[in-house]
C-alpha cells in the first residue's frame, strides 16, 4: 500500500532537533514466548523511534526484554503483537528470502559472544556477508582488507578466530559487520565479554565508526562507559520502555538523572 | 504501510561452489567432530555390510558343500556298479559342453586316482587340463571307446548321440553306462546307471520350504541391520546439525537463505554418508570374512565366496549409507534452516 506524504511523514516524523528521518520505528511491540501452556511476556507494548545516524544505547536488567527489543528491532524475530519498520519497511510483510536480504545489506550485527563462524578464518568472516551479497572474492577480499584495516585487525587476517583474543574477535565481528556498508549497526552488549579496557577500546571503535561513516549504532549495554558515547539512552524494564535521556542528563558517578 | 517495499529485493542463493567450499573448511577443521558423525555411518553401514557377507558366506559354502556330498555320493553310486576306480580307464561319451558340476566330478575322479579316460567329444582338451593329463586317447569312433572300461560314462548337456549302446557297454568290463544326466540310452542289455538323483516331491517341498524360510530370514535381518543403521545415521546427523544452531543463527544474520543452510547440510551429509558407507564396506567385508573364517576355515570361504553377489552387496550398502544419510539430514537441515535467527542464536546446544 503506497502512502501518501502526509501519511508518510505522520509515520516517519523527522527527529526535529537534527532533521534527521526516523530509520527505525517500533510500535506497540509485544512478544510473547510460549513454552507449554505457560507465558513469558518478554515485550509488552514497547514503542520507539531510532533516527538516522543516531547512537542509541539500549539499557535494562537482565530479563528486562532487551534482548528481544533488540532481536525485534534487528529483524531477527517477528513481533506477537505490533509493527516493526526498518527504514520505512514493515517487516511483517517480507517473506524469508526477503528478511534475508534486508539482515544482509541493511544491517550488521555484533554479538556479546562475537559469533564468528569458527571454522573461517578472520578475513573469510568478514567476507562472507559480502559473498552473500554477491559481491566477487577478489572485490570481497580486497574489502574486507579495507575494514581489518579500519578495526586494527588488518595484522592478522588469516588467523582463525580461536587464535584471537576475545577483543581482537569483537573487532573482527566490527568489521565483519560493516561489511555491505549497513546503515544500522546494532550490538547486543559488545563489551559484555571483554575486559574494562578492551570494552572501552570497542565503544571508542564503535564512536569513531559513527562519526566517519554515518551509521546508526544501537547497542544493548549494561556499559555505563557505552552511556557516556551516545547520543540517547533508553531504559527498558519488565517490558516496557521506561525512560529516555541523553548522557548530559545523566549524573555518572551515581548513574541517576539529574 | 509498505512504504519503502520496492526496494527490498530476494537475496539470491549462493552458488553451490561456495556451499562446498564452506562445508569442507568445515568438515577440515571441526575433524574431531566430522569423524564422529563418519563414525556413526561407518559402523551403521559395516553392521549392514557384515550381515550381508555373512549371509553370502553361509550361502556359499553351504552351496559348496552340498556340492561336495553330491559329488561323492555320485563316485560312490559309480564305484559301488563298477569296482575301484583306481589306475582304471573311464571311457566317456560327452553329449554337450559341461556344467561346473560334471567339470568338478571329472576332477574329483582324478583325484581318486582313475588313470586315464577315452574320452568322446570337444571338452577333451579342457578335461586334460582339469585333470592333469589325465587324457588317455580322444576318441571319434565311438566303438572303440569303450574298450576295456569298467563302465561307459555320458556327461554333458546336450541330445545322446545316434549309437549302438548295446554294443557299446558291451565292451566294458561290467556293461554298464552311468549317466550324469536324465538321458535314456536305448539298450536292452547294458545296466543304465543314472548317477544324477531323482528328487522326491517331500524332498523338493523340503527344499522350497527351506528357501522360502532362508529368503525370510534375509528380509528380517536386512530390514533389522536398516534399521540400526538408519538410527546410528540419523543419530549421527541430528546431532551435528543441533549443535551448529549458533552457528547456522549467525550465518542467517549475515544474510544467508534458508536454501542455502540446507544445501550446506545436504552436501555435508552425502560426503561423509559416502566416505562412510565405503570404509563400512571395506570393514564390514572384512570383519565378517575374519569371523567366519574361525568357523568354516579361509579356504572354504575364499573357495566358495559369490564375489559378484559381494560387489552387488557393496554397492548396494554404499548407495543404502549415502541415501541414509541425505534422508537423515532432511529434517534437522529443514528444522535449521527454518529457524528464526534469534532462536538459533540462543540456542545453547
Known amino acids: 500500500m503506497a502512502l501518501d506524504k502526509k501519511q508518510y511523514d505522520d509515520l516517519f516524523p523527522e527527529n526535529e532537533a537534527t532533521g534527521r528521518q526516523c530509520i527505525i520505528r517500533a510500535v506497540n511491540v509485544r512478544k510473547t514466548y510460549r513454552a507449554g501452556k505457560a507465558e513469558t511476556h518478554a515485550l509488552r507494548g514497547a514503542t520507539l523511534d531510532i533516527f538516522d545516524g543516531e547512537y542509541l544505547s539500549i539499557m535494562g536488567p537482565s530479563g528486562s526484554g532487551k534482548s528481544t527489543l533488540f532481536n525485534m528491532i534487528g529483524g531477527l524475530g517477528k513481533p506477537t503483537e505490533g509493527k516493526v519498520y526498518i527504514d520505512q519497511v514493515d517487516i511483517a510483510q517480507l517473506d524469508p528470502d526477503e528478511l534475508a536480504w534486508l539482515r544482509c545489506r541493511k544491517i550488521g550485527y555484533v554479538f556479546q559472544s562475537f559469533n564468528l563462524i569458527n571454522v573461517m578464518s578472520c578475513i573469510e568472516n568478514v567476507m562472507l556477508p559480502m559473498s552473500f551479497a554477491g559481491l566477487d572474492s577478489e572485490e570481497a577480499r580486497d574489502k574486507a582488507m579495507y575494514l581489518l584495516k579500519l578495526v586494527g585487525l588488518d595484522h592478522r587476517p588469516l588467523h582463525k578466530p580461536s587464535e584471537l583474543s576475545g577483543g581482537q574477535q569483537q573487532r573482527c565481528a566490527i568489521a565483519r559487520a560493516l561489511a555491505n556498508s549497513p546503515q544500522i549497526v546494532l550490538a547486543d552488549e559488545p563489551t559484555a565479554n571483554l575486559d574494562s579496557k578492551t570494552g572501552a577500546e570497542m565503544i571508542e571503535l564503535l564512536a569513531t565508526l559513527k562519526r566517519s561513516l554515518g551509521v546508526t549504532i544501537i547497542a544493548a549495554t549494561h556499559d555505563l562507559k557505552m552511556l557516556q558515547t551516545s547520543d540517547r539512552i533508553l531504559w527498558i524494564d519488565d517490558g516496557r520502555i521506561v525512560k529516555s535521556a541523553r548522557p548530559e542528563e545523566i549524573d555518572f558517578a551515581s548513574g541517576h538523572l539529574h | 504501510m509498505d512504504g519503502n517495499k520496492a526496494t527490498i529485493q530476494k537475496q539470491v542463493k549462493l552458488p553451490i561452489g561456495v556451499a562446498l567450499q564452506v562445508v569442507g573448511q568445515g568438515i577440515r577443521i571441526r575433524l574431531g567432530r566430522s569423524v564422529v558423525t563418519l563414525l556413526g555411518v561407518v559402523f551403521g553401514i559395516a553392521f549392514l555390510m557384515s550381515l550381508l557377507t555373512g549371509q553370502a558366506i553361509r550361502t556359499g559354502v553351504g552351496r559348496e558343500t552340498q556340492l561336495r556330498d553330491e559329488l561323492d555320493r555320485r563316485i560312490n553310486f559309480l564305484t559301488a556298479k563298477t569296482g575301484p576306480l583306481k589306475d582304471a580307464t573311464l571311457g566317456v561319451i560327452q553329449a554337450g559342453p559341461l556344467d561346473e558340476t560334471e567339470r568338478r566330478f571329472v576332477k574329483l575322479l582324478a583325484q581318486n586316482g582313475l588313470k586315464s579316460f577315452n574320452w568322446v567329444g570337444n571338452s577333451a582338451p579342457e578335461v586334460e587340463q582339469i585333470t592333469g593329463g589325465r587324457i588317455k586317447a580322444v576318441e571319434t569312433d565311438y566303438a572303440r571307446v569303450a574298450g576295456g572300461a569298467p563302465a561307459l560314462l555320458v556327461i554333458g548337456d546336450g541330445a545322446l548321440p545316434e549309437a ?48 522360502r524360510k532362508d529368503k525370510v530370514r534375509t528380509i528380517w535381518i536386512v530390514t533389522l541391520a536398516l534399521l540400526v543403521t538408519v538410527i546410528g545415521i540419523s543419530n549421527a546427523m541430528l546431532m551435528s546439525v543441533t549443535e551448529r544452531f549458533r552457528e547456522i543463527g549467525t550465518m542467517k544474520c549475515l544474510g544467508a537463505v534458508s536454501g542455502f543452510i540446507r544445501q550446506m547440510f545436504f552436501i555435508e551429509s552425502t560426503l561423509l554418508g559416502f566416505a562412510g558407507s565405503l570404509a563400512g564396506v571395506v570393514l564390514g567385508i572384512a570383519f565378517s570374512i575374519a569371523a567366519f573364517s574361525i568357523t568354516y576355515g579361509p579356504a572354504a570361504i575364499w573357495s566358495s565366496l559369490d564375489w559378484p553377489r559381494l560387489v552387488l552387496y557393496a554397492v548396494m550398502s554404499v548407495f543404502a549409507g549415502v541415501l541414509l544419510s541425505v534422508v537423515a539430514a532432511i529434517y534437522p537441515a529443514g528444522f535449521a534452516s527454518r529457524m528464526v535467527p534469534a532462536t538459533a542464536l540462543r540456542s545453547t546446544v
Not at chain 2, 549317466?179 to 538323483?197: E, F, G, H, I, N
Open chain 2, 164 to 211: 549302438d549302446w548295446d554294443a557299446m557297454a558291451g565292451r566294458t568290463r561290467e556293461r554298464a553306462i552311468a549317466t550324469m544326466r536324465d538321458y535314456k540310452p536305448v539298450t536292452v542289455s547294458a545296466t543304465v546307471v543314472p548317477l544324477a538323483r531323482e528328487l522326491q516331491p517331500d524332498e523338493l517341498a523340503r527344499i522350497t520350504a527351506e528357501k
